[in-house]
T-cell receptor
Framework: AQSVTQLDSQVPVFEEAPVELRCNYSSSVSVYLFWYVQYPNQGLQLLLKYLSGSTLVKGINGFEAEFNKSQTSFHLRKPSVHISDTAEYFCAVSDITSGTYKYIFGTGTRLKVLA | NAGVTQTPKFQVLKTGQSMTLQCAQDMNHEYMSWYRQDPGMGLRLIHYSVGAGITDQGEVPNGYNVSRSTTEDFPLRLLSAAPSQTSVYFC??????????????????FGPGTRLTVL
């Protein structure tokens, strides 16, 4: 069964510094990959997604992620974070080959941007 | 469009009570799902549906029932609430591959959540 690992449960970073949030998934022939953000007391909203094509995906709010098939990774990056980026970030995988359309979420990474 | 709506926003139950969490979407999405979110565990899939009349179990289905009589609605029923069901519940919906093109595939839209406490 597909699984998603977000090794870092919390990442503190100073404002205007770069950040990388790591995501690894278990191997599969074909997957779609997503990053979602959850601000306090809100639902999740899509940051970016990888379906096919270019392995570097750009999303909203200056975030980008790179799909690396050989390392089964989909790390999220931002070159300069703002206080407003403080939130919880979830990586998710949809295993196309299973035919069930199910998402599997990671356990989340809490990004705290410090002034 | 209202998107995905959930009611109620907050609910307190006593052990053994039953209740239904409501979820509705107005985007004509085929796929709908229920998740529970617990600290340190991310989102876990409870039940999902790929269309009216079709439902299936996710990772943590025990203690919950669902039905899908219309495309728009996907209620989640707690049959006999237990303290272990204290959680935040999210409903989500999306298109299914092939019906709206790959660019729209499976981007899930989430409701605002229901915070449930079982005493």
């Amino acid at each position: 069964a597909q699984s998603v690992t977000q090794l870092d449960s919390q990442v503190p970073v100073f404002e205007e510094a770069p950040v990388e949030l790591r995501c690894n998934y278990s191997s599969s022939v074909s997957v779609y990959l997503f990053w979602y953000v959850q601000y306090p007391n809100q639902g999740l909203q899509l940051l970016l997604k990888y379906l096919s094509g270019s392995t570097l995906v750009k999303g909203i709010n200056g975030f980008e992620a790179e799909f690396n098939k050989s390392q089964t990774s989909f790390h999220l990056r931002k070159p300069s974070v703002h206080i407003s980026d403080t939130a919880e970030y979830f990586c998710a995988v949809s295993d196309i080959t299973s035919g069930t359309y199910k998402y599997i979420f990671g356990t989340g990474t809490r990004l705290k941007v410090l002034a | 469009n209202a998107g995905v709506t959930q009611t109620p926003k907050f609910q307190v139950l006593k052990t053994g009570q039953s209740m239904t969490l409501q979820c509705a979407q107005d985007m004509n999405h085929e796929y709908m799902s229920w998740y529970r979110q617990d600290p340190g565990m991310g989102l876990r899939l409870i039940h999902y549906s790929v269309g009216a009349g079709i439902t299936d179990q996710g990772e943590v289905p025990n203690g919950y029932n669902v039905s899908r009589s219309t495309t728009e609605d996907f209620p989640l029923r707690l049959l006999s609430a237990a303290p272990s069901q204290t959680s935040v519940y999210f409903c989500a919906s999306s298109y299914i591959l092939g019906l709206a093109g790959e660019s729209s595939y499976n981007e899930q839209f989430f409701g605002p959540g229901t915070r449930l406490t079982v005493l």
